[in-house]
Protein backbone atom coordinates (compact mmCIF):
# COMPACT_ATOMS: atom_id res chain seq x y z
CA UNK A 1 0.00 0.00 0.00
CA UNK A 2 3.21 2.59 0.99
CA UNK A 3 4.43 1.41 -2.11
CA UNK A 4 1.56 2.55 -4.14
CA UNK A 5 1.43 6.13 -2.76
CA UNK A 6 4.61 6.56 -3.00
CA UNK A 7 4.07 6.05 -6.75
CA UNK A 8 0.86 7.78 -7.27
CA UNK A 9 3.18 10.80 -5.51
CA UNK A 10 5.64 10.83 -7.84
CA UNK A 11 3.00 10.98 -10.53
CA UNK A 12 1.43 13.56 -9.26
CA UNK A 13 4.40 16.02 -9.14
CA UNK A 14 5.80 14.57 -12.12
CA UNK A 15 2.43 15.71 -13.79
CA UNK A 16 2.15 19.32 -11.57
CA UNK A 17 5.98 19.94 -12.86
CA UNK A 18 4.70 19.25 -16.46
CA UNK A 19 1.74 21.41 -16.17
CA UNK A 20 4.26 23.88 -14.67
CA UNK A 21 6.40 24.03 -17.47
CA UNK A 22 3.55 23.47 -20.15
CA UNK A 23 1.86 26.84 -18.58
CA UNK A 24 5.08 29.05 -18.61
CA UNK A 25 5.85 28.49 -22.08
CA UNK A 26 7.80 32.02 -23.20
CA UNK A 27 8.42 33.40 -27.14
CA UNK A 28 9.92 37.21 -27.76
CA UNK A 29 8.51 38.95 -30.84
CA UNK A 30 11.50 40.24 -33.43
CA UNK A 31 11.97 44.03 -34.31
CA UNK A 32 9.93 44.21 -37.29
CA UNK A 33 7.21 41.87 -36.12
CA UNK A 34 3.71 41.80 -34.61
CA UNK A 35 2.77 39.20 -32.15
CA UNK A 36 -0.42 37.62 -31.91
CA UNK A 37 -1.57 35.47 -29.10
CA UNK A 38 -4.42 33.68 -30.02
CA UNK A 39 -6.61 31.20 -27.82
CA UNK A 40 -7.26 27.64 -29.47
CA UNK A 41 -10.32 27.25 -27.56
CA UNK A 42 -13.22 29.78 -26.73
CA UNK A 43 -17.02 30.45 -27.96
CA UNK A 44 -15.65 31.09 -31.52
CA UNK A 45 -12.72 29.12 -31.76
CA UNK A 46 -9.93 32.11 -31.75
CA UNK A 47 -11.66 33.84 -34.36
CA UNK A 48 -12.55 36.76 -31.42
CA UNK A 49 -10.03 35.56 -28.97
CA UNK A 50 -6.85 37.29 -30.68
CA UNK A 51 -4.77 39.71 -29.35
CA UNK A 52 -1.43 41.75 -30.23
CA UNK A 53 1.51 41.51 -28.50
CA UNK A 54 5.10 42.94 -28.19
CA UNK A 55 8.09 41.88 -26.66
CA UNK A 56 8.47 38.90 -24.38
CA UNK A 57 5.04 36.54 -24.27
CA UNK A 58 4.30 34.28 -22.03
CA UNK A 59 1.64 31.67 -23.02
CA UNK A 60 0.20 28.26 -22.35
CA UNK A 61 1.02 26.14 -25.74
CA UNK A 62 -1.92 23.87 -24.89
CA UNK A 63 -4.60 26.39 -25.18
CA UNK A 64 -2.46 29.45 -27.29
CA UNK A 65 -0.91 29.99 -30.05
CA UNK A 66 1.58 33.02 -30.98
CA UNK A 67 2.14 33.93 -34.53
CA UNK A 68 4.15 36.63 -35.99
CA UNK A 69 3.66 39.02 -38.42
CA UNK A 70 6.12 40.77 -40.41
CA UNK A 71 5.36 45.03 -40.53
CA UNK A 72 8.41 45.51 -42.68
CA UNK A 73 7.98 46.05 -46.66
CA UNK A 74 8.24 42.96 -48.46
CA UNK A 75 8.30 42.57 -52.25
CA UNK A 76 6.42 39.59 -54.35
CA UNK A 77 6.97 38.64 -57.91
CA UNK A 78 3.66 36.98 -58.54
CA UNK A 79 3.90 34.39 -62.30
CA UNK A 80 2.29 35.68 -65.51
CA UNK A 81 -1.08 35.33 -66.71
CA UNK A 82 -3.16 36.87 -69.28
CA UNK A 83 -5.75 39.15 -69.50
CA UNK A 84 -8.21 40.28 -72.02
CA UNK A 85 -8.62 44.11 -73.13
CA UNK A 86 -11.77 45.61 -73.81
CA UNK A 87 -11.40 44.33 -77.19
CA UNK A 88 -10.68 40.81 -76.76
CA UNK A 89 -6.83 41.23 -77.26
CA UNK A 90 -4.74 39.65 -74.63
CA UNK A 91 -2.06 41.05 -72.60
CA UNK A 92 0.34 39.21 -70.64
CA UNK A 93 0.74 40.61 -67.03
CA UNK A 94 3.86 39.90 -64.99
CA UNK A 95 3.33 41.98 -61.78
CA UNK A 96 5.58 42.66 -58.71
CA UNK A 97 4.04 44.40 -55.71
CA UNK A 98 6.12 45.63 -52.74
CA UNK A 99 3.39 45.78 -49.53
CA UNK A 100 3.81 46.05 -45.95
CA UNK A 101 1.01 45.32 -42.89
CA UNK A 102 -0.17 48.50 -41.82
CA UNK A 103 0.54 48.48 -37.90
CA UNK A 104 -1.97 47.38 -35.48
CA UNK A 105 -3.65 45.30 -37.89
CA UNK A 106 -2.65 41.58 -37.71
CA UNK A 107 -5.00 40.63 -35.35
CA UNK A 108 -7.63 41.94 -37.45
CA UNK A 109 -6.03 40.28 -40.81
CA UNK A 110 -5.78 36.58 -38.84
CA UNK A 111 -8.74 36.63 -37.72
CA UNK A 112 -10.21 37.33 -40.97
CA UNK A 113 -8.06 34.13 -43.09
CA UNK A 114 -7.02 32.33 -40.18
CA UNK A 115 -3.44 32.06 -42.21
CA UNK A 116 0.13 33.27 -42.40
CA UNK A 117 1.50 36.14 -43.88
CA UNK A 118 3.03 33.48 -46.83
CA UNK A 119 -0.19 32.37 -47.35
CA UNK A 120 -2.24 35.30 -47.76
CA UNK A 121 0.51 36.55 -50.01
CA UNK A 122 0.36 33.68 -52.12
CA UNK A 123 -3.35 33.65 -52.02
CA UNK A 124 -5.33 36.63 -51.32
CA UNK A 125 -3.25 39.33 -52.55
CA UNK A 126 -2.54 37.89 -55.49
CA UNK A 127 -6.08 37.66 -56.28
CA UNK A 128 -6.67 40.91 -55.36
CA UNK A 129 -3.77 41.65 -57.96
CA UNK A 130 -5.25 39.43 -60.74
CA UNK A 131 -8.98 41.94 -60.25
CA UNK A 132 -6.96 45.02 -59.85
CA UNK A 133 -6.07 44.57 -63.45
CA UNK A 134 -8.71 42.88 -65.18
CA UNK A 135 -11.18 45.13 -63.82
CA UNK A 136 -9.29 47.97 -65.40
CA UNK A 137 -8.13 45.57 -69.13
CA UNK A 138 -11.95 45.39 -69.25
CA UNK A 139 -12.20 49.35 -69.90
CA UNK A 140 -9.24 49.66 -71.73
CA UNK A 141 -9.25 49.11 -75.89
CA UNK A 142 -5.82 47.73 -76.82
CA UNK A 143 -4.99 51.03 -78.98
CA UNK A 144 -5.65 53.29 -75.51
CA UNK A 145 -3.91 50.93 -73.42
CA UNK A 146 -0.41 50.96 -75.50
CA UNK A 147 -1.51 55.04 -76.21
CA UNK A 148 -2.02 55.46 -72.43
CA UNK A 149 -0.24 52.66 -70.65
CA UNK A 150 0.99 54.86 -67.79
CA UNK A 151 -2.03 56.57 -66.75
CA UNK A 152 -3.46 52.79 -67.45
CA UNK A 153 -1.01 51.22 -65.01
CA UNK A 154 -1.20 54.27 -62.66
CA UNK A 155 -5.06 52.91 -62.47
CA UNK A 156 -4.58 49.85 -61.93
CA UNK A 157 -1.82 50.77 -58.72
CA UNK A 158 -4.57 52.59 -57.31
CA UNK A 159 -7.28 50.23 -57.43
CA UNK A 160 -5.14 47.67 -55.88
CA UNK A 161 -4.05 49.92 -53.36
CA UNK A 162 -7.52 50.83 -52.39
CA UNK A 163 -8.42 47.06 -52.30
CA UNK A 164 -5.60 46.27 -49.68
CA UNK A 165 -6.01 49.17 -47.85
CA UNK A 166 -9.42 47.84 -46.68
CA UNK A 167 -7.42 44.26 -46.04
CA UNK A 168 -5.08 45.88 -43.48
CA UNK A 169 -2.13 46.21 -46.27
CA UNK A 170 -0.02 49.06 -47.64
CA UNK A 171 0.89 48.84 -51.40
CA UNK A 172 3.89 50.57 -51.49
CA UNK A 173 4.84 50.27 -55.34
CA UNK A 174 3.91 47.85 -58.35
CA UNK A 175 5.40 47.42 -61.82
CA UNK A 176 2.97 45.44 -64.47
CA UNK A 177 5.70 44.09 -66.54
CA UNK A 178 2.93 44.28 -69.47
CA UNK A 179 3.62 42.31 -72.56
CA UNK A 180 2.02 43.61 -75.37
CA UNK A 181 0.18 40.36 -77.34
CA UNK A 182 2.43 39.13 -80.57
CA UNK A 183 0.55 40.99 -83.37
CA UNK A 184 0.44 44.20 -81.86
CA UNK A 185 4.65 43.96 -81.26
CA UNK A 186 4.74 42.70 -85.06
CA UNK A 187 2.41 45.69 -86.65
CA UNK A 188 4.35 48.39 -84.07
CA UNK A 189 7.63 46.97 -85.72
CA UNK A 190 6.71 47.07 -88.92
CA UNK A 191 5.67 50.95 -88.33
CA UNK A 192 8.57 51.81 -86.72
CA UNK A 193 10.08 50.22 -89.96
CA UNK A 194 7.79 52.36 -92.00
CA UNK A 195 8.59 55.39 -90.56
CA UNK A 196 12.58 55.04 -90.88
CA UNK A 197 12.29 54.04 -94.20
CA UNK A 198 10.38 57.20 -95.02
CA UNK A 199 12.75 59.42 -93.09
CA UNK A 200 15.01 57.85 -94.69
CA UNK A 201 13.85 58.50 -98.35
CA UNK A 202 13.03 62.07 -97.10
CA UNK A 203 16.39 62.19 -96.56
CA UNK A 204 17.87 61.33 -99.25
CA UNK A 205 15.62 63.88 -101.40
CA UNK A 206 17.08 66.47 -98.98
CA UNK A 207 20.61 65.51 -99.99
CA UNK A 208 19.59 65.78 -103.47
CA UNK A 209 17.64 68.93 -103.47
CA UNK A 210 20.80 70.11 -101.84
CA UNK A 211 23.26 68.73 -104.68
CA UNK A 212 20.94 69.97 -107.10
CA UNK A 213 21.04 73.53 -105.66
CA UNK A 214 24.49 73.18 -105.58
CA UNK A 215 25.10 72.76 -109.38
CA UNK A 216 22.87 75.83 -109.78
CA UNK A 217 24.30 78.17 -107.69
CA UNK A 218 27.68 76.66 -109.41
CA UNK A 219 26.52 77.33 -112.84
CA UNK A 220 24.90 80.29 -112.36
CA UNK A 221 28.05 81.52 -110.99
CA UNK A 222 30.06 80.11 -113.90
CA UNK A 223 27.87 82.08 -116.58
CA UNK A 224 27.77 85.28 -114.54
CA UNK A 225 32.15 84.74 -114.64
CA UNK A 226 31.70 84.17 -118.22
CA UNK A 227 29.64 87.19 -119.19
CA UNK A 228 31.98 89.39 -116.87
CA UNK A 229 34.92 87.99 -119.23
CA UNK A 230 33.37 88.86 -122.53
CA UNK A 231 32.30 92.40 -121.22
CA UNK A 232 35.99 92.95 -120.32
CA UNK A 233 38.03 91.31 -123.12
CA UNK A 234 38.14 94.64 -125.68
CA UNK A 235 39.80 94.53 -128.50
CA UNK A 236 42.68 96.55 -127.20
CA UNK A 237 42.70 93.60 -124.31
CA UNK A 238 43.46 91.16 -126.46
CA UNK A 239 45.83 92.74 -128.48
CA UNK A 240 47.43 93.89 -125.04
CA UNK A 241 47.54 90.70 -123.99
CA UNK A 242 49.06 89.06 -127.14
CA UNK A 243 52.07 91.51 -127.54
CA UNK A 244 53.04 90.32 -123.81
CA UNK A 245 52.95 86.68 -124.52
CA UNK A 246 54.51 87.31 -128.26
CA UNK A 247 57.80 85.64 -128.85
CA UNK A 248 59.20 87.41 -131.33
CA UNK A 249 58.02 85.58 -134.90
CA UNK A 250 55.87 86.70 -136.89
CA UNK A 251 52.37 85.13 -136.64
CA UNK A 252 50.22 84.12 -139.76
CA UNK A 253 46.66 84.95 -140.25
CA UNK A 254 45.23 83.83 -143.20
CA UNK A 255 46.82 84.35 -146.86
CA UNK A 256 48.41 86.87 -146.28
CA UNK A 257 51.00 88.09 -143.58
CA UNK A 258 49.67 90.37 -140.92
CA UNK A 259 50.70 91.61 -137.72
CA UNK A 260 47.61 91.87 -135.64
CA UNK A 261 44.85 89.84 -136.31
CA UNK A 262 41.33 91.39 -136.05
CA UNK A 263 39.71 90.14 -133.04
CA UNK A 264 36.45 92.65 -133.97
Known amino acids: MNRQLITWAIA ?7 SVTAM ?36 NPFTEEVYQFPTFVQTVDY ?6 AKDGSVFTVDPTISFRVLPGESP ?17 LYNYTRDAFRIQF ?15 EDKVQLALGDALRK ?11 LQYPEVIVQA ?33 AEAKANELRQRTLTPLLIQQQFI ?18 NVQ
Open 188 to 220: VNLKNKAVQQAMQVENELKVAEAQARKKIVEAE
Open 12 to 18: AVLIVVF
Open 79 to 84: SPFTVN
Open 167 to 177: EGFDLEQMTSG
Open 108 to 124: RIFSKYRKEIGQITETT
Open 244 to 261: EKWNGSTPLYGNSPTFFK
Open 24 to 59: TSCTRIDAGHEGILVKLYGTDKGVQDVSLVTGRVWY
Open 138 to 152: NKYSTDSIISNRQSF
